[in-house]
């Protein structure tokens, strides 16, 4: 009986078992079964189950296996069954069982048996249901152990080469207990006025001075510090002013890493009124607007004229600021109409070009490959389609090697056909004295 070794709860398990032919005494493995093989019967029970979990070919209950080697659970209720390799390993299938038979609460042990196909042995199996897990390298699936390697972060810590310390890095020291009290003379003190520092030395005074201003460079302040703190007047050292407001500003001598102007950053509020004025009184000058820059643009707009200016200025002088918001004003609604129409039309267009697009890539998605073509026929050919429970390949074997094949054995009551290759037993035939067929058997 082959035995194998599983944790309780362990998944995507595969397991390959040898099938004997019961029609040889040579100990060969019988070759050529399917899940579809007539009468075979696939079961499983634990060690501490009353009853078992079959499944059939009879019931449909036995899938195919798609890549060797490669677990895929099988339909519910199913199990998963193929040959591995009838040249190299005659004998030898996979079996890919469900994960839940591998989790049976308490299980030691799960007994497995193949039978029911003529021709075959009964082939039986035992997977140990262990607590432990043989494939686990760290802590051997044992989950009270770390999952690290050892003195890792997260690991056990361990001794040294001479086993006398623990080699083993503490970055944060939290809690430390069973200490000796420090006091005494015999410990370094602060004496008066700090003379116990002189023995710091410089190179440790500098690394203070370094972590204070590393410190000091995220300060956050309090509110009011400064008002609390310093005189009024100026500030001897300006650097680094990045909050607060200043309201008088001497000289500027440079400034840098000014912000970036984003959009719409200048609004109306944020202009002085008697800049607005400025700036309509420059618009209404002829300098600045032709007397012919309102006809020309909104004739050619096709929407407006100057003659419909509600405050046209006479002569064919240019319009001032408040004749052109006048204007505006008038019109607001067909300028709306325009801009609502000149918004849509791109969102429209990219709306139906998105529309067409998806439904090409979904048909280009969908056509099949020539590989998946050529894959589904040699499925069709080798494992879907059964005659009297041979495959479409199997059966042009048969009938190759009974019309054109070698025979051996003729007049001895036993006649036994070779496939075309004139090495492979396709058809044994046993014949009584009248010629008359009474067993066939296909290897």
Known sequence: MAKFQRKNGSTSNIIRVKIYDSTVTTGAGKTGLTSASSGLVISTIADNEATATAYTSAGSTIESITTLGTFAAPTATKVRFKEVDATNHPGVYEIQIADARFAVSSAKALLG????????????FEIQLSATDVDDGVRGGMTALPNAAANANGGLPILSSSGTTLAYTISTLT???GNTVQTGDAYARIGSAGAGLTAIGDTRIANLDAAVSSRMATYTQPTG?????????TIANTTNITAGTITTVGTVITLTNLPAITANWLTGTGVDATAVTKIQLG???SVQIPANFTAALFASAGVFSVGALANAPTGGSAPTAADIRAEIDSNSTQLAAIVAAVDSVPAAV???LTTELGRIDAAITTRATPAEVNDEVLDVLGIQTLIDGKTIVESHQIIAAIAGG???GAGTGTETFLGLDGLTDRVVVTVDEDGNRTEVTYP
């Open 406 to 408: 070698v025979v051996s």
């Open 283 to 285: 618009l209404a000058t």
């Open 350 to 352: 990219r709306v139906e």
């Open 225 to 233: 510090f400064l008002a609390a703190t310093f005189p009024t007047g």
């Open 175 to 177: 809690t430390y207990t």
């Open 113 to 124: 048996t193949i039978s029911g196909v003529t021709g075959a042995a009964q082939c039986d």
